[in-house]
């Protein structure tokens, strides 16, 4: 079987799409967790903004879709105070025991963590006051069921708020990734907005199409401009390297050497971003939000 093969059954099957996913952010965790407050520096603005597009508010109880380490999940546990709520869901156990261990050690006691799929919550209709999504939609094999699914789970007159990336012509790091690692794999270019990758929701109006599909009404999207700010492109490169799951698994189709030689190269192209203040690596993000 070709890697060709390979990585386009994993995309049409969504069962398997899914597995991989799943195998691939429970070996990511523990990278990610330990980038967790490079990544919450960068993302604190917008997430800050998230929320507030969500409404959450002290007593609410209130959806993590796809929370990861869960950095935001303390944010959203701060705002509803004590005697508020927070369920913190993803398809990884591994990276959901790191988000329950973080909330644990901030001191948070009304979190609570879930294993599910997106698409398919298990939770019961009218439960949440709000919800959001960071960054995790665009991973969705079906976002729209998805979304459906978030609709279905909160109550009458509650907000939802996600945030995913804007199209590659404004995410250039994220393009150079994915295309870098693609062409080292001997996989032809991708689609970029083909369903699961880190800008398939960024084509202008997506977004506010799919809130509406899914029975969101007063939508609006947001765009934002979120630079990453670390010192050295090797920082990044480390970052990356760390915990970025769908370019290590399409350059784990490589031997070692091969798989250093597409990293180096990774690299050389992301050092256009060094400057004399460090590197600055450019990332847009649109924050979609609307109400039941």
């Given amino acids: 079987m070709t890697n060709e093969t390979m990585l386009q059954d994993s995309l049409c099957d969504s069962t398997v799409f899914k597995h991989r996913m799943h195998a691939q952010w429970d070996e990511s965790a523990a990278g990610w967790d330990r980038h967790g407050s490079k990544i919450r520096e960068w993302l604190r603005v917008p997430t800050d903004a998230m929320l507030k597009m969500a409404g959450i508010s002290l007593g609410q109880i209130i959806l993590d879709v796809a929370a990861g380490a869960g950095d935001q999940t303390l944010d959203i546990a701060d705002r509803v105070g004590a005697d508020g709520a927070v369920v913190a869901t993803d398809i990884s156990e591994g990276i959901l025991t790191c988000a329950l261990g973080n909330a644990v050690n901030a001191g948070h006691a009304n979190v609570r963590i879930h294993r599910a799929d997106a698409e398919d919550l298990k939770l019961k209709a009218a ?3 709000a919800a959001v999504c960071r960054l995790g939609l665009m991973f969705l094999p079906n976002p729209l069921v998805g979304l459906k699914e978030i609709h279905r789970v909160l109550k009458p007159g509650g907000r939802f708020c996600g945030m995913v990336f804007a199209g590659p012509e404004v995410n250039p790091c994220l393009r150079i990734l994915m295309s870098t690692a693609m062409r080292h794999a001997g996989l ?6 083909q369903p699961g990758g880190l800008v398939s929701l960024g084509k202008p109006g997506l977004m506010d199409d799919l809130m509406h599909q899914a029975g969101f009404q007063s939508v609006a999207t947001t765009r934002m401009e979120v630079p990453f700010r670390l010192p050295t492109t090797a920082d990044y490169m480390t970052f990356i390297r760390d915990s970025a799951g769908p370019i290590l698994q399409i350059l784990a189709l490589l031997d070692d050497a091969a798989r250093e030689a597409a ?3 990774i690299a050389k192209q992301l050092d256009v971003y060094q400057t ?12 979609t939000a609307g109400q039941k």
């Fill in 127 to 129: 439960t949440f006051d």
């Fill in 188 to 193: 032809p270019p991708r689609d970029p907005f």
């Fill in 263 to 265: 990293w180096r190269d």
């Fill in 276 to 287: 004399t203040g460090g590197w600055i690596g450019p990332n847009t993000l649109l924050l």
